[in-house]
């Protein structure tokens, strides 16, 4: 008997502690872009069903680990807005860290360029901005190992 009670306190406390994705119109997005913050923003669009984002999510998750201070990562998810519950079961799923933003943006035509002008809306995609400076990188490819540690270098 005191296996599954502590089995299911374990559930709770790991539900409890898991990251949840919050959804959010484009302006919510531009601002990040936009921010003034001191840290270079990772800023990477995925979904739950694109294979290659998924693949790519540790490297993401590794560099958010790190807690750099002069690095900000936000990962945007593009799934559907009524799939919210299956994108925190995911992330509960994976046990990622970093923040997810779902974008309730549907018409993709309407802010793909504000991203950015080269982008033709295909994921993975990673933005990388440094504020400081104004200096931009735009990757819509699935990122390998090393890529965020060269992309970011080059930003500084």
Excluded: H
Aim: aromatic share 6%.
């Amino acid at each position: 008997m005191r296996k599954p009670l502590v089995l299911l306190c374990l559930l709770v406390a790991s539900a409890a502690s898991a990251q949840q994705a919050n959804v959010i119109k484009f302006d919510k997005l531009q601002a990040l872009i936009d921010s003034k913050s001191d840290q270079v923003q990772v800023i990477n669009f995925w979904a739950t069903w694109c294979a290659p984002c998924v693949k790519e999510l540790p490297l993401l998750e590794k560099l958010n680990a790190t807690n750099d201070p002069t690095v900000k990562v936000t990962l945007i998810n593009l799934d559907f807005a009524d799939k919210l519950e299956k994108v925190n079961a995911f992330i509960a799923r994976k046990n990622m860290k970093t923040d997810v933003l779902l974008l309730d943006e549907i018409d993709y035509n309407t802010w793909i360029d504000k991203v950015d002008k080269s982008w033709g809306g295909a994921i993975p995609a990673t933005l990388i901005i440094n504020p400081k400076n104004g200096r931009r990188k735009f990757l819509d490819k699935e990122l390998q190992e090393g890529d965020l540690e060269k992309l970011i270098a080059e930003v500084k």
